[in-house]
Each structure stands twice: as structure tokens, then as C-alpha cells.
């Protein structure tokens, strides 16, 4: 049987599908995220073996991570999960599965997914962009992840916030250094924050409070809302896709949908900017989803 297998590795969770050759998810696992960097190996590796076990099969094998390679060494590097930064983990699983293994940007599997059958199917060019606790961004283009160069094709959140405000100017510090990412004005925290003051995280109750006509609330839904309008008119002055699609815990804002449209075409170069912004199909299964659907992608 021909299988595809995705692994995701997330700061909570390891997930695993195993795709059919029709792309329908045959079986579905989850382990609970082990400390350190040897267990992570084998917990991947205990996954893969297991699933395989189960169907009598082997697949091939790709994995998102929450950073990417390195051209320079193959180490890994920018990822959240700080166990991995620094560390072979594509030869040491290698060398511990017995196989050829491709390792991306978990942004990056979020496009592969959404372009093959998700939100983003059948469209040529898909960036798509992760909101939740950090903001990241993926372009798959005609079936295939762009991650150019230097391997950070996509890499939106950490560029600046365009057009910013005199309030806004220069920005917070960025946990990678630098001042006014992305990620400090558009992620789940930052969003808490500017709601609720340094230290609160959790911006998913805002929008019922806003609703339920909490001012602070929705000052700071709307001040978000025009930030990611302005972030994604950027994208669309360098790439133009021909769609962007959503992921992450505050692609679930309702509000959203309605307001780019609205508030991105002022800030695009082009008379004319119909740019469609749609939430992921698969949701928080679309990472696992385009793991899987690396050794569609070519390179």
C-alpha cells in the first residue's frame, strides 16, 4: 500500500497521519510532547513505528517543526521548542528510522495542505499564515513550497509591522531581538496584552466581550484587525497571491473575514485589490496534513 506519513511536532503535542494514495487520512495518533531532545526522537520514532505496525506498511516520511533548516548546516534553527535548535534532527532520525526524511516549516505545511485540498485549492499561488501563540507565514505555488535561498520564504512574522502609527513606533522587542515583528502586534498574546495589560496571554474570550459591548475589548479587536489588514496588504505588494489563508487560534475571529476585504485595498499599489482572505479547511490538522505531503512538493 502506497502510505504517506506526517508527523507535526508541536510544543504540546507529536501528532501522526498516515495519508492513502486517494490522500484520505487511513489512521491518526497523538503523544503528548516529551522534554528534551533524545526523547523527542524517539517519540517520533515510536510513532512512526507504531503506525506502520498497525497498517502493514511504510511510508514515506516528512515532519513540520516550529523552525526550519539551516542551508548552511542542516541544524536546526528559530524554532520555539528550544531543544531543537542547534541539533541534526533530520540525520538523527534518519539514522534512527532507516529512511530519507523531509523536515519543513510547520507554515510551510500549512500551505501544502490547504493548497492540495483544503481552503486554498485550486488556486496557482497560497500564502498562508499562521495566527495563534507566535505568527508565521507559508507560499506554496503550482503544488510546490517556495522556501528560497536562505530557507526563510514566508517568514512574515518577523518582519515589521508596515505603516506603523506614532503610537506603534518602534515597536516591542521581539523574543528574536529585533523591534516591531510581526508576532509582537498580531499574535494570541499580543493581542491579550494590548487588551489587558502585560503578562495576559489568552485573547480567545475577546471577541464575546466585545460583543457584549466591553470597550477595551473591542479597541483592541480593532486596532488588530487594521495591524493584520496592513500586514497582509504588504504581502500582497511583494507576492499577490491569489489567495491567503488563515490558520491558528485567532483565525477563528469571526470579524476578520468581513473586515480585510474592506481595509487591505487602501494599502495595496494597485487600483484595483480583491485579494480573497478564507480560514483553513483543515484547521490545526493541517500541519500533520502537509508533513505528509512533502514528497509531493519536488526538491
Same mark, same amino acid.
Given at each position: ?29 497523538? =503523544?503528548?510532547?516529551?522534554? +528534551?531532545?533524545? &526523547?523527542?526522537? @524517539? #517519540? ?6 507504531? *503506525? ?60 501544502? =495542505?490547504?493548497?492540495?485540498? +483544503?481552503?486554498? &485549492?485550486?488556486? @496557482? #499561488? ?6 495563534? *501563540? ?68 489568552? &485573547? ?96
Amino acid at each position: 500500500m502506497d502510505i504517506r506519513l506526517g508527523v507535526d511536532l508541536g510544543g504540546t503535542k507529536v501528532e501522526i497521519v498516515a495519508l492513502g494514495p486517494d490522500g484520505r487520512p487511513l489512521l491518526r495518533e497523538r =503523544s503528548p510532547t516529551p522534554g +528534551g531532545y533524545r &526523547a523527542t526522537i @524517539e #517519540t517520533i520514532a515510536g510513532l512512526v513505528e507504531a *503506525t506502520e505496525a498497525k497498517l502493514g506498511a511504510q511510508g514515506s516520511l516528512g515532519i513540520g517543526i516550529p523552525g526550519s533548516l539551516s542551508p548552511a548546516t542542516g541544524l536546526v534553527r528559530g524554532a520555539n521548542s528550544q531543544e531543537l535548535n542547534g541539533k541534526p534532527l533530520r540525520e538523527d532520525l534518519e539514522e534512527r528510522l532507516h529512511r530519507p526524511v523531509r523536515i519543513s516549516n510547520d507554515a510551510n505545511c500549512l500551505a501544502m =495542505s490547504e493548497a492540495a485540498d +483544503g481552503a486554498g &485549492a485550486g488556486y @496557482e #499561488t497560497v500564502f498562508a499564515v499562521i495566527l495563534g *501563540t507566535g505568527v508565521g507565514g507559508g507560499i506554496v505555488s503550482r503544488g510546490r513550497i517556495l522556501e528560497g535561498r536562505n530557507r526563510v520564504c514566508g517568514e512574515w512574522g518577523h518582519t515589521p509591522l508596515p505603516w506603523m502609527s506614532a503610537e506603534e513606533f518602534a515597536g516591542p522587542r521581539c523574543w528574536c531581538g529585533r523591534p516591531a515583528c510581526m508576532e509582537t502586534f498580531l499574535s494570541g498574546p499580543a493581542l491579550a496584552a494590548d487588551a489587558d495589560g502585560p503578562g495576559t496571554r489568552d &485573547a480567545s474570550g475577546l471577541p464575546a466581550r466585545a460583543a457584549a459591548g466591553d470597550r477595551r475589548a473591542q479597541a483592541a479587536l480593532d486596532r488588530h484587525t487594521d495591524r493584520l489588514a496592513r500586514a497582509l496588504a504588504m504581502v500582497v505588494n511583494i507576492l499577490d497571491p491569489d489567495v491567503i489563508v488563515l490558520a491558528g487560534g485567532l483565525s477563528n475571529m469571526e470579524h476578520l473575514y468581513e473586515a480585510m476585504p474592506r481595509l487591505m485595498p487602501r494599502h495595496v499599489f494597485s487600483d484595483h485589490a480583491e485579494t480573497p482572505v478564507v480560514r483553513a479547511k483543515h484547521g490545526d490538522s493541517s500541519g500533520v496534513f502537509g508533513a505528509a505531503r512533502l514528497w509531493d512538493s519536488g526538491g
